[in-house]
C-alpha cells in the first residue's frame, strides 16, 4: 500500500450544500476503513488537502470519483515518500 496526497480545489452552489451530508459520509466511511488517515478543508481558498492509503493512484482516483461532491472537485494526486507528523510519534517522556 502506499500514501496520498490529494490536493482539491471546488465551487460551490447550492446543490454542494444539499450534498455535503452525504459526501461527510462516505469521507467518515473512508476514515473507519483506514482509507482516508487526514481531511482538511480551507473555506477561504475553497482547498481540500487529504492523505490516503491506496494501492497506486488509479485506485484512489477511483475513491475520490466515487464523492458525492466529485462534480465541483478538480484535483491532484500525489504519491507521498516521507509523511511526518506529531501524531505517529511516541509521547515526551514526563520524569517524576
Known sequence: MNKFQIIVHFTM???FMVLLPAHRTYINYLMNKGIIE???VSMETQTVWMTMIA???EEAA?????MPLYK????AIET???YDST???FPALQLN
Do not use: H, P, S, V
Not at 62 to 66: A, F, G, H, I, R
Open 72 to 75: 465541483y472537485w478538480q484535483y
Open 62 to 66: 477511483k475513491y475520490m470519483d466515487k
Open 80 to 82: 507521498l515518500f516521507i
Open 38 to 40: 487526514t481531511y482538511a
Open 13 to 15: 452552489d447550492d446543490e
Open 87 to 89: 501524531q505517529y510519534r
Open 55 to 57: 494501492l497506486n493512484k
